[in-house]
């Protein structure tokens, strides 16, 4: 026995793993009408081509050959005689005619009167109020000079209105996959939970306390993130590099920074070697007392002289002495 179309739509369905209300959020479609169409039951469609774009839609959205769900359909409609096409209504222009045109034309002309000068006045009234408004001074701000100027202009950057900033308790955050899917893993006020976004899809989440996310950064260029319909930036690597996810977290402590910045970022601690690391050893080497061993002290060696007295070699030749001394002497 051939299966009818709802069967072999519900059969289609059922194979691909969907769910009838994925079906319905996706297709815009109510669930009702798509139960019925999967039941045979067309009396609670409204009918007309109505009911060829559902069954045409839900055969798009499973894969379902949808000129065969078409033609299914439109012998199911000949059977039950559905009305497929509402016959259109043609409207004929007539001109009404009155012999008392004139008479009948001067109510609208004072009335249209009557409106024109309504709207002349309260122009002309908007531009006098416009224009007896005291003028503003252009800088206000030029007679604070030196230090008070700059602790003025620090204070009203301070007070500036961060915006319709949301806090914990009105947050809601959309997480979305652009062109590639994308696994996120998600901790809500410490509940943890895993799910993947099909490209197109959103997952919401609305956390009290805290929010944390973590994603394949091979992903990155794919996962786009809302703030109450507000679009954040977010980071294209992680934190850590020697991890291979970005993982950020959304807290009442940052919350307003990152709807006012518009994006998330990853504080940077300084260098090793910078310039403020560099002026605080400079300062712990100043403020540490450096010890420096006494020697004893002593009475310095004189030093010896450059020259030295030479002591004279006694002569080693004995026979030359002895014959001079017993050498005559001349008379």
């Keep these: 026995m051939s299966l009818t179309l709802g069967e072999k739509l519900r059969q289609a369905r059922e194979e691909r793993g969907i769910s009838i209300s994925e079906v319905a959020e996706q297709t815009r479609i109510s669930r009702l009408y798509l139960e019925s169409i999967e039941n045979n039951d067309y009396k609670p ?7 060829k774009g559902f069954v045409k839609s839900y055969a798009k959205f499973i894969g379902y ?19 497929t096409e509402h016959p259109m209504k043609v409207y004929r222009p007539e001109v009404l005619t009155d012999d008392n045109s004139s008479s009948s034309m001067l109510p609208t002309i004072l009335f249209a009167g009557v409106i024109l000068a309504l709207m002349t006045g309260g122009i002309l009234f908007v531009v006098n109020y ?4 005291d003028p503003v001074p252009a800088n206000t701000a030029s007679t604070n000079t030196g230090a008070n100027q700059s602790n003025t202009n620090v204070a009203n950057t301070a007070t ?5 900033a949301p806090t914990m308790a009105n947050v809601k955050i959309e997480f979305r996959a652009g062109t590639d899917q994308v696994s996120v893993t998600s901790n809500t006020d410490g509940k943890s939970a895993s799910a993947t976004v099909n490209p197109g899809s959103v997952v919401t989440f609305e956390p009290k306390e805290s929010l944390k996310l973590s994603y394949s950064k091979s992903l ?7 703030i109450n319909g ?15 996810a970005i993982e950020f977290e959304i807290n009442s402590a940052n919350l307003a920074k990152i709807w006012q910045d518009g994006r998330i970022s990853f504080d940077v ?5 910078s310039d403020v690391n560099t ?3 400079t300062a712990n080497a100043a403020a540490t007392p450096v010890v420096t061993p006494t020697r004893p002290t002593t009475t310095p060696l004189p030093r010896p002289s450059a020259t030295v007295a030479r002591t004279p070699t006694p002569a080693t030749n004995t026979g030359t002495a002895s014959n001079a001394a017993t050498r005559p002497t001349p008379n």
Aim: net charge negative; aromatic share 4%.
């Design 65 to 83: 050959d949808e000129q065969e769900a078409l033609s299914d359909y439109a012998k199911i409609a000949t059977a039950n005689e559905i009305v």
């Design 160 to 164: 500036l209105p961060v915006g319709n």
């Design 269 to 273: 601690p300084a260098a090793p070697n």
């Design 230 to 244: 507000k679009t954040i930036a977010l980071p294209e690597a992680p934190q850590n590099p020697r991890r291979n």
């Design 130 to 133: 416009i224009q007896n408004q």
């Design 220 to 226: 990155a260029q794919s996962a786009q993130l809302s």
């Design 279 to 281: 002026a605080v050893n």
């Design 45 to 51: 469609l409204p009918g007309g081509i109505f009911n």
